[in-house]
């Protein structure tokens, strides 16, 4: 991290003939927000509503993957809840929230 901020900083807080434009260390300053916000801040929010567009959109009969790694197909949908059955006809019944993808590209369920 500090081998791109350094030379940034460097650039805009050098002087030039003994003068030091009063604005370079404000340019510098809106860059580093702007490359944060473009490479960090944007990709992680557009992630996000694709994971809640998803959780909504889910019918019952669609196979998924919860954050624990288990595979099951929706059963029943709930306001907070989702109740999926796994291998062995079990069912589990866990929080919309630990939905995290589409697992019908995944292995189908034995």
Known sequence: MNSIILPLLMMGGGQQGGQQD????????VLLIAVFYFFFIRPQQKKTKEIQKFRQGLAKGDK???IGGIHGK?????DTTVIIEVEGQNRLKVNKDAITKDGAAEQPLK
């Open 22 to 29: 009063p604005y370079s260390g404000w340019i510098m300053i």
């Open 64 to 66: 998924v993957i919860t």
């Open 74 to 78: 929706v059963l029943e949908i709930n």
